[in-house]
T-cell receptor
Framework: DVKVTQSSRYLVKRTGEKVFLECVQDMDHENMFWYRQDPGLGLRLIYFSYDVKMKEKGDIPEGYSVSREKKERFSLILESASTNQTSMYLC??????????????FGEGSWLTVV | AQSVSQHNHHVILSEAASLELGCNYSYGGTVNLFWYVQYPGQHLQLLLKYFSGDPLVKGIKGFEAEFIKSKFSFNLRKPSVQWSDTAEYFCAVNPGYSSASKIIFGSGTRLSIRP
């Protein structure tokens, strides 16, 4: 089974703090993703990475950055956390090859509260 | 812009009732289609997917979905629900066999089953 592991399930941070969310996948997948999940809005893509050191902005990249130094690890960074970034953050990965490469596998999510 | 609509935000059923959750998308070309499920406190997991071939797709736990191209729909069905089916269900569409980063998720349908 594909395993996508997010290092923190629950975090509480103060406004203005720098926040790191870490994610590791164990299936040698090419693609990794960070989504944000909010009630009534579904999943919105923040950033996508298709290779080491390669990234693309998603639908809502403002206020976020990412880092992918190793294939298995993808980090989401909030440079200066704000209360409107309180949300559930989902890391995901996909193989990236052929039609089945579009199947996305998710981590358990990180609940971030910014106070 | 492409979109995915899940018209039912919250569905409440009794055990043994039949289920149909609607999903419509706006893209006119070829698509990959997915249903994901998120049980309380758990990660999003793939329920079933359609890439090509038989438009009636069977997934895990007795779920199935039918791709009707003329209606731009991919509705999820189960003949008899159980209390353990209580979860949030997300429809997703990958338009035109493009990169997994282009997958669009619906806003989700919360399913509550009365024992």
């Amino acid at each position: 089974d594909v395993k996508v592991t997010q290092s923190s399930r629950y975090l509480v941070k103060r406004t203005g703090e720098k926040v790191f969310l870490e994610c590791v996948q164990d299936m040698d997948h090419e693609n990794m993703f960070w989504y944000r999940q909010d009630p009534g809005l579904g999943l919105r893509l923040i950033y996508f990475s298709y290779d080491v050191k390669m990234k693309e902005k998603g639908d809502i990249p403002e206020g976020y950055s990412v880092s992918r130094e190793k294939k298995e690890r993808f980090s989401l960074i909030l440079e200066s956390a704000s209360t409107n970034q309180t949300s559930m953050y989902l890391c995901a990965s996909s193989p990236g090859q052929g039609a089945s490469g579009n199947t996305i596998y998710f981590g358990e999510g990180s609940w971030l509260t910014v106070v | 812009a492409q979109s995915v609509s899940q018209h039912n935000h919250h569905v409440i059923l009794s055990e043994a009732a039949s289920l149909e959750l609607g999903c419509n998308y706006s893209y006119g070309g070829t698509v990959n289609l997915f249903w994901y499920v998120q049980y309380p406190g758990q990660h999003l997991q793939l329920l079933l997917k359609y890439f090509s071939g038989d438009p009636l797709v069977k997934g895990i736990k007795g779920f199935e979905a039918e791709f009707i191209k003329s209606k731009f729909s991919f509705n999820l069905r189960k003949p008899s629900v159980q209390w353990s089916d209580t979860a949030e269900y997300f429809c997703a569409v990958n338009p035109g066999y493009s990169s997994a980063s282009k997958i669009i998720f619906g806003s989700g349908t919360r399913l509550s089953i009365r024992p």
